[in-house]
């Protein structure tokens, strides 16, 4: 089906810079230079610059970047490692894959990480916890990190929805032991395909890191360091993202304002709770523009009717997905929001008349 409003526009942002697109790819195929080569190097030195970390070690998706962070800060049989049900399979399965035991707590009415409940699930197995920044809203890492501290924990951010964003003057990944981020096509940042990045302040943890996404090597391809994996995020899609990261702070911009024309077009809408809003202490990137409706399916029925392409993230939480078995979890919160949460359109390249356009479908199904 063709929507009049795509939940996103690959195509619209390809055309509006097509000769930045095709110089980059011109210039890196010209030169040869595929792996792990200067076009890498200076897009890991402008995100670790940007996140405000020292080191920044990119690979190839947002999974490998969890999977070899749970890996260098060695979780594994025997450990729990805390985190959330409402989130992406691969947070949960990070730790899974790496031998340790996931342990779920409930999400706040943000989304994001309970804070109160992370204590109570802290056992003597406890050894890391995984914070999840959501939709580009921050989670209360001040509070996670003093439990982090008080108990000999390590962190680490997924922030895979949330480079830009901040809590209380810091970004989002300069929190944690390690945070990860992801460049999947339709992140705040996105690559022609899948993409990853480690960001940590630790050098030894960097080294580590490095070894593992290049089967073991870091300095000498003759010299093998550990067994490692092969999870290189490539020249030409570093590339490609370091031209398109010039213009991401103007890309934040263009989605807080979209964000406002939502807030402003859904005021008064009884029943209808929208995305948290940007704070004092929450600088909000609106990775996704989240709406709460009793009559979910309803509402998502007509605006696809409307031509208004939507998506559901979750529609079936981590927890109740029967062959993860992890259904022992008593998580009231986060199956409320998974029957009610819809995400509308939300990307730079939208136009003023087809938000209006989103807004009057919805207050069309109001009324």
Same mark, same amino acid.
């Given at each position: 089906? !063709?929507?009049?409003? $795509? ?5 619209? @942002?390809? @055309?509006? /810079?097509?000769?930045? =697109? ?27 610059? =940007? ?23 060695? =979780? ?5 490692? &805390?985190?959330? !049900? ?11 894959? *790496?031998?340790?035991? $996931? ?25 890391? &916890?995984?914070?999840?920044? /959501?939709?580009?809203?921050? *989670? ?5 990190? +003093? ?15 949330? /480079?830009?964003?901040? #809590? ?30 480690? *960001? ?25 360091? *550990? #067994?490692?994996?092969?999870?290189? /995020? ?41 995305? $948290? ?5 929450? #600088? ?27 998506? %559901? ?7 109740? @997905?029967?062959?993860? +078995? ?10 409320? %929001? ?9 990307? $730079? ?15 069309? #199904?109001?009324?």
């Amino acid at each position: 089906m !063709a929507y009049k409003v $795509p939940f996103v526009n690959y195509k619209r @942002q390809y @055309q509006q /810079l097509k000769g930045e =697109f095709d110089g980059v790819f011109e210039k890196v195929m010209s030169g040869g230079d595929f792996i792990l080569r200067r076009h890498l190097e200076t897009f890991e030195k402008n995100i670790a610059a =940007f996140v405000g970390t020292k080191h920044a070690i990119g690979v190839n998706t947002g999974t490998d970047a969890l999977y070899l962070s749970a890996h260098a800060l060695e =979780f594994g049989p025997g450990d729990e490692v &805390i985190t959330v !049900a409402h989130t992406f399979v691969a947070t949960v399965g990070a730790i899974v894959q *790496c031998g340790a035991t $996931p342990v779920l707590v409930d999400v706040q009415d943000d989304f994001n990480i309970d804070v109160d409940r992370i204590e109570e699930a802290i056992t003597t197995k406890t050894k890391g &916890i995984i914070p999840v920044h /959501l939709n580009g809203h921050a *989670c209360e890492m001040d509070r996670i990190m +003093e439990l982090a501290e008080k108990y000999g924990l390590k962190v680490i951010e997924d922030a895979a929805q949330a /480079l830009g964003a901040s #809590f209380k003057g810091n970004q989002c990944g300069s929190f944690g032991d390690t945070a990860i981020f992801s460049f999947y096509p339709a992140k705040m940042l996105g690559a022609p395909g899948d993409g990853g990045m480690v *960001c940590t302040n630790d050098d030894s943890l960097a080294r580590k890191l490095r070894a593992f996404r290049d089967n073991g090597r870091v300095d000498n391809v003759e010299v093998i360091e *550990c #067994f490692g994996w092969n999870t290189r /995020l490539d020249n030409l899609h570093a590339a490609i993202l370091d031209m398109k990261f010039r213009y991401f702070d103007k890309w934040i911009q263009r989605r807080r304002e979209i964000a406002q024309m939502y807030d402003d077009g859904f005021i008064g809408i009884d029943g209808l709770l929208s995305h $948290p809003r940007s704070s004092n202490d929450y #600088f909000d990137v609106y990775q996704n523009y989240v709406i709460r409706f009793k009559e979910r399916d309803k509402l998502v029925e007509h605006l696809r009717k409307a031509g208004v392409e939507v998506l %559901i993230s979750w529609p079936n939480p981590m927890h109740k @997905q029967k062959a993860l +078995e992890l259904s022992h979890f008593p998580l009231a919160m986060t199956e409320h %929001i998974s029957a009610e949460v819809v995400s509308l359109p939300m990307y $730079p390249e939208l136009s003023d008349e087809e938000v209006d356009y989103v807004i009057k479908a919805v207050l069309d #199904f109001y009324s």
